[in-house]
């Protein structure tokens, strides 16, 4: 398939050259300013060859892309697919849950407290008021009542030492 695509180009290469050549030898034919013609002609000498080789170039390059395209996608898709490993999923603790559960427990309550019966807000209420609202109600709810394991209660050591 190379073979064939580089021949088309060849001819293609060719059939440019030809094309330029004839623009060169139409110049002095042109309805142009004598003092003219010379300038014409020097841009399109220089012009032509650069134009020619960048496009030439920019069509051999697509044209390898597309040849290489299963080889890259190969490279850069389906072997790193496979070498990488699977993602272990995280496990969540304890706390991440029980945080989760008071979360949705002062979110609860911040909605009951300033929303309406209907579920619209109050008025001058807005989500931001509800979400913080929500956190001032998860701090409360955060706040440990009673002992932590191995405490003891301040009442208990004060009847202690009496």
Known sequence: MASRLDRVIDRLERLTTEVNELKQSLI????????TRPIVKRTAEGLDPILTELYFDTVRSGIQALEDAPMNFRDNVVEPARAAPAKIKK?????????????????????DALRKNNGGM???VDQKMIAMRAQKELRKLKKKVGTKKGQIRKTARRAFKR
């Open 91 to 111: 496990t969540r603790t304890k706390a991440q849950k029980r945080n989760d559960n008071l979360q949705s427990r002062a979110f609860k309550t911040a909605n």
């Open 122 to 124: 109050r008025k001058g």
């Open 28 to 35: 002095p034919v042109l309805p142009l300013p004598p003092k």
